[in-house]
C-alpha cells in the first residue's frame, strides 16, 4: 500500500496516515508513504516501520513532482495508492490512474471548504476517478454524494496501544478495515 500526504506536519490527516500505516505494518502489511515535507510527524512517520518516499517538491505547481511521484509508483508497484490532500489527490492520483493501480481518495473536509475554483474542480474530476472516496465525516461524505462511484465514512482512528478516551478501538475493527480495503482493491 502507498499513502501519498504531502507533508508530515502538524494536522490530523498526517497523524492519520502514522497510525494507519503503524497498525498496517503491525498486521503484515508492505506500506510506503511518499511525502514532500517534513514536521512534527515525521518522527511518528519513521517509528511506523512505513518505508518512506521523499518527493522533491519546489513550489505548489512544480511539475517535476509528478515524474517523481510515477517514478516512485512505479518502483513500489502497489496493490492500492491512497491520496491525501490536495497536492497529493493530484500527484498520487494522477500517478495512479496512469500506471492502472486502484486508488482511493481521503476527505477531510466538506463543502464550504471547496469554493468553485478550477483548483477544486480539478480536485473533484479526480476524485471522481477514484475506486473509492473515504471521508471521515457525514459531511465530506456528503459533498461527494452523486460523483463519487463509491464512497465510505471511515471515522479517525487512534493507536491500538493508547487509551484516551473511552474502550480500546479493538483488534477486529482494524481487521475488518483491513479487508475492506483489499476487498474494494479486489472488487475493482
Not at 61 to 85: G, K, T
Not at 108 to 123: F, G, Q
Not at 176 to 181: D, F, N, S, V
Request: a positive charge.
Amino acid at each position: 500500500m502507498l499513502h501519498c500526504i504531502p507533508s508530515m506536519g502538524g494536522g490530523g490527516a498526517e497523524r492519520q496516515v502514522t497510525y494507519l500505516a503503524a497498525e498496517l505494518r503491525r498486521l503484515g502489511w508492505a506500506v510506503h508513504v511518499a511525502t514532500s515535507r517534513r514536521g512534527p510527524n515525521w518522527d511518528r512517520l519513521v517509528a511506523s516501520g512505513a518505508t518512506i518516499h521523499e518527493v522533491p517538491l519546489k513550489g505548489r505547481y512544480d511539475l517535476r513532482a509528478l515524474w517523481a511521484m510515477r517514478a516512485i509508483v512505479r518502483a513500489v508497484r502497489p496493490q492500492l495508492v491512497q491520496v491525501w490532500m490536495f497536492q497529493m489527490d493530484v500527484l498520487g492520483g494522477t500517478s495512479a490512474l496512469m500506471s492502472g493501480i486502484p486508488w482511493i481518495f481521503s476527505e477531510r473536509a466538506s463543502a464550504p471548504a471547496y469554493p468553485l475554483t478550477i483548483r477544486n474542480l480539478v480536485r473533484r474530476f479526480l476524485g471522481c476517478c477514484a475506486r473509492a472516496v473515504i471521508s471521515n465525516s457525514v459531511a465530506g461524505d456528503a459533498y461527494w454524494q452523486g460523483w463519487a462511484r463509491r464512497r465510505f465514512i471511515v471515522s479517525n482512528g487512534l493507536p491500538l496501544g493508547v487509551q484516551l478516551v473511552g474502550p480500546r478501538l479493538g483488534d477486529a475493527r482494524l481487521l475488518r478495515t483491513a479487508r475492506w480495503l483489499v476487498e474494494t482493491v479486489q472488487a475493482g
